[in-house]
């Protein structure tokens, strides 16, 4: 049974930071790209962040990119998502996904697998 379990959110104020982590199981993990979603109430789910198999290839959002840095531990099963220069409208639920392809892919649809996701708050 494939799990991902997410953790690191919270509470922060504006211009601050925050370190998620998704811990994986069920999965080979090293087959699998792994990318970071989000949801703000009231509106439609939206890609983060995406880092294919090996490591080395890495997507951004426009809206997150040079505040934002996704990783993978292949052999912890988990990636991260560190968050700087935080701002309200990072306000959301993030998601992690796993997709059964190790090429990254922004598309939500293309990944089989979610966690249930973990509030990340930015206070003004």
């Known amino acids: 049974q494939v799990r991902l379990v997410e953790s690191g959110g919270g509470l922060v104020q504006a211009g601050g930071s925050l370190r998620l982590s998704c811990a994986a199981s069920?999965?080979?993990?090293?087959?699998?790209?792994m990318g970071w979603f989000r949801q703000a109430p009231g509106k439609e789910r939206e890609f983060v962040a995406a880092i294919g198999w090996y490591g080395v290839s890495t997507y951004y959002a426009d809206s997150v990119k040079g505040r934002f840095t996704i990783s993978r531990d292949n052999a912890k099963k988990m990636i991260y998502l560190q968050m700087n220069s935080l701002k309200p409208e990072d306000t959301a639920v993030y998601y992690c996904a796993a997709r059964p392809s190790g090429a990254a892919s922004s598309l939500h649809y293309e990944y089989d697998y979610w966690g249930q996701g973990t509030q990340v708050t930015v206070s003004s």
């Open positions: 069920g999965l080979t993990f090293r087959g699998n790209a």
